[in-house]
C-alpha cells in the first residue's frame, strides 16, 4: 500500500522547517537591533557634541523656570545658630 504523502508527518522535514524559521527569526531580530544601534551609536563626535549642548540648555532653561529653586550646596547659604541669630 503506497502513501500519496497526505497523511503522513515527516518529522524530519517539519524539524528541518521549524530550525529554518527560528534562523530566521533571529535574523531579522539581529538586523533590527543593529539597526536601531546604527541610530543610536552611529553619529559623529560632533552630532555628540551638539546635542549633549543642546540637553544641556534644555536642562538650564527647565531648572530656570522651577518655582522652588534648589540651594546651592557650595557654603554660600546662612546657617542657624540655633539660638535664632543668622551669621553673615
Known amino acids: 500500500m503506497d502513501s500519496d504523502d497526505g497523511n503522513i508527518v515527516k ?8 530550525r529554518q524559521d527560528k534562523k530566521q527569526r533571529a535574523r531579522k531580530e ?6 536601531a544601534n546604527r541610530v543610536r551609536f552611529g ?9 549633549r549642548r543642546l540637553n544641556e540648555k534644555d536642562a ?4 530656570a523656570l522651577r518655582l522652588d529653586r534648589p540651594v546651592p550646596s557650595d ?10 541669630s543668622k551669621d553673615s
Open 11 to 18: 518529522i524530519a522535514q517539519f524539524r528541518k522547517i521549524a
Open 30 to 35: 539581529k538586523e533590527a537591533t543593529a539597526a
Open 43 to 51: 553619529r559623529t563626535g560632533n552630532e555628540k557634541r551638539l546635542t
Open 60 to 63: 538650564r532653561a527647565h531648572e
Open 75 to 84: 557654603g554660600d547659604q546662612k546657617s542657624d545658630d540655633g539660638n535664632g
